[in-house]
């Protein structure tokens, strides 16, 4: 008897990525539905000279991989969420994360604007959607997303939000905000025929 609806599961793929210490880490934990895969190090006096820690002096840990979880959206769809590492030296790794993603959440701090730079241009330079999620810190001054905008020269039709990583409800909106994107660029593409 058909009961009208798929069994049919669609999965894919979501970056969340940005500077170090920015949220990517608990973002990922706040909302997947399985325990993350972290491949957290402690941050040693061999990072002295090579990570910018002024920012985060609490920070004891960090992301020398990825993160990985998984979040079911709708009854037929799963995302699987990829959370790159923020220091630069590990980088290289970020083409191989990338890999059959839809889209990314670009966490940003704006304590360190900065540190946004370098992944805005990493996507936009691979042609993969995004959003801006702006990570609002506890104590953090809190600007107008129009002057995150305007200060991050972000094209005409980027989505910028605001988020709290430790916040369920607050990330699972940024992702469903990157997934309608990707798939709204992906119709475009289609339409002009790419």
């Known amino acids: 008897m058909d009961s009208g609806r798929s069994d049919t599961v669609t999965s894919t793929k979501i ?3 940005g500077g170090f210490g920015v949220g990517k880490t608990t973002f990922v934990g706040a909302v997947s539905e399985i325990t993350p ?17 002024a920012a985060t002096p609490a920070k004891s840990t960090t992301t020398v991989a990825m993160d990985f979880g998984r979040i ?3 009854e037929d769809l799963v995302l699987y969420l990829f959370g790159t590492p923020g220091q630069e030296r590990f980088w290289f790794m ?10 990314a959440v670009v966490i940003i701090d704006t304590q360190r604007l900065d540190a ?25 001054h809190r ?14 039709g980027v989505p910028i939000i605001a988020i709290d990583a430790r916040e369920r409800r607050s990330v699972k909106r940024a992702l469903l905000t990157v997934t309608e994107y990707s798939l709204r660029q992906l119709d475009v593409a289609l339409a002009a025929g790419h």
């Open 15 to 17: 970056v969340v990525a």
């Open 37 to 53: 895969l972290r491949t957290e190090a402690l941050v040693t006096n061999e990072s002295e000279g090579v990570d910018d820690l």
């Open 72 to 74: 079911t959206l709708a």
């Open 94 to 103: 970020w083409d191989d994360l990338c890999i059959g993603a839809i889209g």
């Open 116 to 140: 946004a730079f370098a992944p805005l241009d990493y996507f936009e330079s691979r042609g993969i959607p995004f959003v801006c999620a702006v990570n609002q810190f506890e104590g953090a």
């Open 143 to 156: 600007y107008d997303l129009a002057d995150v905008r305007a200060a991050l020269a972000l094209r005409p």
